[in-house]
């Protein structure tokens, strides 16, 4: 008896042996339903999420890095940086020991130094650089970014030394390094393939430092990549990434479900209730680093009348917006930034929705039968599901406090185009994603006197506010910015350029096998730290 | 024969030429541009503006474009893509093959079943059966090609399991690309179970792009047989004691195909426009997808060269029809 137990312990043992050493042994692959195709592998070319996702997310590193799933700069590339008493001289020490990656194409001789930096800078920076056309030379990030006006020269200190000079000082400059268009590629791999006649298969056929390496990429269909296996933060947990592209977000749901993709993107709102439900899907959540907003005309009367502004402020049911047009996944906006980024002005208070008070406002500001357009966006944003529904309700609204508004559309290039004219006739709807979680990328970018005529929708120039975030951007100080940021928030409110509207909240279907995936604030797909039960 | 040839073949050429006018202005008439759409709610200063429409030749008078494409066009040069700076051609090419197999796919299933249903309804007219085909057949006309794939997609992929949902083939295999035909290179890779996980990916797929030619054939074929089977010569046919198959079979369907085979090319241009969107939503890598993406995103020399090659396509579709024609009826290319 106790021989025939022995045995059965010893079969048993040796089974879950094999099974474990199988387990072991076979590749983790994870499937992510992506919504598109990328327009390139190079990052510095291109602003689209689904290109960053596909190039800077998972094949390089930069300089500084966002850590994962948060606002938060950790070291990347460069292990630490000091900046001078001035401002003015950023001095970056690399991190030793990185590999690139090795492909069919490029086999490294060396580890990362400061000739990579120097590269992927000068490459951007210098019109002159050897590689500064290859590809068409637009590097539209790092010029909306001002670096050519704020960088003055980028030095090689050493093989493990960098310094930047800048012409002024840049309080966000560490988080601007981080972002995208800043993804470190190898000056050798450039070197070799000029020297070989095929300097665009660096942007083709990419080769970084980045967690995953690429494989394969079948236009339309997918892009492939298996684990960079000498990752200097250690080997990705999963073995192969593969992004199956399926433009359709309720396509991308059936798949998510058949187990034909393990993570999706950008799920239909419609579906959302089924995800919650569904017994296959963990639906993760998030407070989006956006808000949506109307900006009024400040430059055209009467809407260069502050009461005005704040009358119709007071007549916008926000509460119902939020219901419908956001399904109550939302959060009202009252600041022009996000409650996820610092320097939030949580003592603000919001125009209360009152529409005897906004009617008596108007009145008082002398304005009778006031018509007005609103411009509702052609598309879906992370910001504003559905425009033409948002403004259906302020028309609605407005028309409690006798305002009449014609809603008015174009075709999204020429929104954005027309939107941007000075002498615009109407309220814009619009809004903004963060790109570096400072708070200068929103006040800055679409509230600066700089930005009128551009991304400054408001066309609003207002010396106070624009003095406090000026002052906050040269300012190194992180409390004394965060003060700056609050009282500019202040200034906002009291000024109401726009009628902040929502931060909407961010949903990613997984299945229930996928470990640790989370939602980044940019609303990019990292998938480093990411593991398989 | 080669004189009716050449003759349509001169009849192709200014309508090569018109193509490439309609398809240059079509998308410059369009509102909005490739740089507004590249800078998105950031925007972008005028100055900057103007020097990148200047880098990509778009600041040039509309009639100087036109003439530098033409040019480019004689050289055999379809453009470079704005976007993702590849040579249009080289991106067609690569995903042209996707939409063909697919094509040939949905033009089978409609012809397999759009003939004999026609034929079976015409001999049968009245019956159950005759009023069955043309309520199906009005039915599939009238369907909205993306309500039915995301329907048959529920039902067969995510209720019964029975097929993938969307894609070419299963992820787990991965081979090079050979011909870019996905039944091919399955076949070809040698790996075990690749090619029957091509097959089920096309099912799905060519069932909704092959549902509205297999509607119009099917009711083209039946009034075409009814035609012909009030013929006298058929009335002939069968008072010579012919039996019914040869009748219909050789006689009747013969005479019939004329028409029918004129609408199946004219279908070659609706499974290009149906491929639009059957290839949205199964994730088909295919010119459609690619066209609408191209538009969307303003790449001028890819839509311009998309359409060009596309309209190149369907005119040498017709113009195998016409010849065809010839063939069935000696009589048409006699009288031409």
Redo the contacts between chains.
Sequence with gaps: MRKTKNLIAAFCGATLLMASMQAMAAPK?L?FCSE??P??FNPAF??AGTTFDASSRTLFDKLSAFKRGTTEIEPGLAEKWDISADGLEYTFHLRKGVKFHTTTNFKPTRDFNADDIIFTFMRQFDKEHPYHKV????Y?YF??MSMPDLIKEIVKVDDYTVKFVLKRKEAPFIANLAMDFASVFSAEYADNMMKAGTP?KV?FEPVGTGPFQFV?Y?????I?YKAHPDYWRGKAAIDNL?F?????P??RY??L??N?CQVMFNPNPADLDAMKKDPVVNLLQKEGLNVGYLAYNTSVAPFDNVKVRKALNMAMNKKAILEAVYQGSGKIAKNPIPPTIWSYNDAVVDDPYDPVAAKKALDEAGVKDLKMKIWAMPVQRPYNPNARRMAEMLQADFAQVGVGVEIVS?????Y??RS?EKNRDGAVL???TGDNGDPDNFLA?LLGCD?V???NRAQWCYKPFDDLIQKAKVTADPAERTKLYGQAQVVFKEQAPWATIAHSVVFQPVRKEVVDFRIDPFGGNIFYGVDLK | MFVYFLRKLIVILPTFFGVTLVAFVFIRT????PV???????????E?HAE?MA?MGFDKPIIVQYGLYLKQLAGGDFGTS????QPVLK?FA??FPATIELSICAMIIAIFFGLPAGMIAATRRGSVFDHTVMTSALTGYSMPIFWWG?LL??FF??IL?WT?????V???Y?FE?VTGFMLIDSFLSGQEGAFISAMSHLILPSIVLGTIPLAVIARQTRSAMLEVLSEDYVRTARAKGLGPMRVIGVHALRNAMIPVITVIGLQVGVLFAGAILTE????W??IG??MV?SIFR?DYPAVQGGLLLIAAIVMIVNLVVDLLYGLINPQIRHTD
């Excluded at chain 1, 079948?218 to 997918?222: G, T, Y």
């Excluded at chain 1, 199956?244 to 359709?248: K, M, S």
């Design positions: 692959t499937v598109g195709s327009e390139g291109y602003t590809g068409g030379g637009k539209e010029n909306s665009d942007d394969a079948q236009k339309d269909a997918s492939r593969v199956a592209i399926t433009p359709d309720s396509v059936q798949k479900k058949a034909e174009f075709e999204w290039a020429e954005l185009k941007k619009l809004g903004w970018v930005a005529g551009n991304a | 369009l509102p909005g541009d507004m759409l590249m800078a998105g709610e950031r925007g972008m200063s005028p900057r990148l880098e704005i976007i993702t700076k991106e690569t995903l995301l997609i529920i992929s995510g399991g993938p949902v969307s894609g070419r299963s992820l787990l991965y690309t949205t939503i199964f994730s890598p295919g997808k690619w993406d303003r």
